[in-house]
């Protein structure tokens, strides 16, 4: 079993929609949740970032951490066809004993937002 | 400010030969990371450093791979003696902490081993 699993997708909907994201993740030691977007060829963008369990808000984004759950998400309202991209869940800590926290990538779903 | 950035952001090289590939992370950040994305694994560390010293190389996937940073901000990767299985697009991300959640990203050194 991958330590974060996410649909690859692709997923399709209409400009205006409600998109929702989903991963889910086997290592309970995980504190840092974070969602990235990476537009074709471009590196990741961080979107994102929750530490521990809770709702947060930006704009048109919302990303929840149900820890119990092991389940992460994160809501795009109002979706616009620039949202079109790969969106990769990722988490991190807590640190290694060498002081690192490096993070652990889900595969990403391809999201297109259709005009 | 500038961002990460990352040179060259194409390399064509032949089976067997040495890279160099390299990192300009944000000014001032202590902590740098390398990862690798490739189709089939996605993205995937590879080594974090805290200022010049490289304290967790646990991604590193064989002895070819090594790197390195000095002055406590640009950082070389090195994969020496190359396979086509190294190709992939290899990414660096720095952050003002160790911290997890603020790493940014560069754009990637796409690399293709023929």
């Known amino acids: 079993q991958k330590e974060v699993e996410q649909d690859p997708g692709p997923l399709s909907v209409p400009e205006g929609a409600i998109v929702s994201l989903n991963c889910t993740y086997s290592?309970?030691?995980?504190?840092?949740f974070m969602w990235y977007r990476q537009y074709s060829r471009k590196g990741p963008e961080l979107l994102m970032y929750t530490y521990s369990s809770g709702n947060k808000e930006d704009g048109r984004f919302t990303a929840q951490v149900d820890k119990s759950s092991k389940y992460i998400s994160l809501f795009i309202r109002d979706s616009q066809p620039s949202d079109s991209a790969t969106y990769l869940c990722a988490m991190s800590g807590p640190s290694s004993g060498a002081g690192s926290y490096q993070l652990t990538f889900g595969k990403g779903t391809k999201l297109s937002v259709i005009p | 400010g500038a961002g990460v950035s990352q040179s060259p952001s194409n390399k064509v090289t032949e089976k067997g030969k040495d890279v160099e590939l390299r990192c300009d992370p944000i000014?001032?950040?202590?902590?740098l990371y390398w990862y690798r994305q490739s189709l089939g694994q996605g993205l995937e560390f590879l080594i974090y450093f805290q200022g010049n010293s490289a304290p967790d190389k646990s991604g590193l996937p064989s002895d070819r791979f090594s790197a390195e940073r000095t002055g406590g901000s640009v950082s070389t990767l090195t994969i020496q003696r190359t396979q086509q299985e190294d190709s992939a697009v290899y990414l660096c991300?720095?952050?003002?902490?160790?911290?997890?959640?603020?790493?940014?990203f560069g754009p990637g050194t796409r690399l293709l081993v023929l």
């Open positions: 290592n309970s030691a995980f504190q840092y």
């Open positions: 991300a720095s952050s003002l902490a160790p911290r997890g959640e603020t790493q940014y």
């Open positions: 000014s001032g950040h202590t902590a």
